[in-house]
């Protein structure tokens, strides 16, 4: 997935 | 994951330990905002839709359902738990906060990463997240002396998103092409609106005096 739509974030 | 991320993950997960301790240690909810206990439900369950598509890691499920599941619960008992919904400021909690919620969303609809139900629901609940706490300093602008445990919770709620700040600086310095305008800029609204709590706050830890923010 590219880098802005992955919320690897809470 | 960096030490700010997990240290801005950590103080928000205390500041929900300390709502949680306080509601069920004085059985009161007095001095809370049920409007911004709302709000944060709608942020979380708005955020997470991503809940069971993507997994990332097993830490970020479980954080997830921590925040959907104690959001869920301290709304609860606000409204419903026969000892703690009699202490709750229903006359001073009275800021409207649809236009929060309206606000937000427009917005998402117009500023998003990618024009999807989960993308435009993720910048809503970005924007929405910024605003959140507002009914809360408002109430307690209102209800003059502040308890010890609420003044904490909204001190580590709001130096979560400054740590936040710091580990996007820190991943844009150190990961190529690492962008997040629209947490980011979110992020530094949301921190600014602490401003002055956090003002009144180290005030009252400096003269080791009642925390009172003026009306």
């Known amino acids: 997935l590219n880098n802005i739509l992955y919320h690897d974030e809470l | ?215």
């Open chain 2, 1 to 215: 994951m960096n030490i700010f991320r997990l240290a801005g993950d950590m103080t928000h997960l205390l500041s929900i330990l300390v709502l949680l301790l306080k509601i069920y240690a004085t059985k009161s909810c007095s001095g809370i905002s049920r409007k911004t206990q709302e709000l944060y439900a709608i942020v979380f369950m708005a955020r997470y839709l991503d809940l069971f598509t993507d997994f990332i890691s097993v830490y970020n499920t479980f954080m997830k359902l921590i925040f959907i599941a104690s959001s869920l619960a301290i709304v609860w008992c606000m409204r419903f738990h026969p000892v703690v919904r009699r202490s709750y400021d229903r006359e001073l909690d009275t800021f409207r906060y649809f236009f929060l919620v309206g606000a937000s969303f427009a917005l998402a609809l117009v500023w998003h990463d990618k024009f999807t139900l989960q993308e435009v629901f993720w910048a809503f609940s970005i924007y929405l997240e910024a605003v959140a706490i507002l009914p809360q300093l408002v109430l307690l602008q209102r209800s003059g002396n502040v308890d010890n445990l609420t003044g904490q919770y909204v001190f580590f709620l709001g130096a979560y998103r400054a740590f936040y700040i710091l580990n996007w600086i820190y991943r844009y310095m150190t990961e190529p092409r690492f962008t997040r305008w629209i947490a980011g800029i979110s992020g530094v609204v949301q921190t600014a609106l602490y401003a002055d709590f956090f003002y009144y706050y180290f005030i009252s830890w400096k003269n080791n005096s009642k925390l009172k923010l003026p009306a």
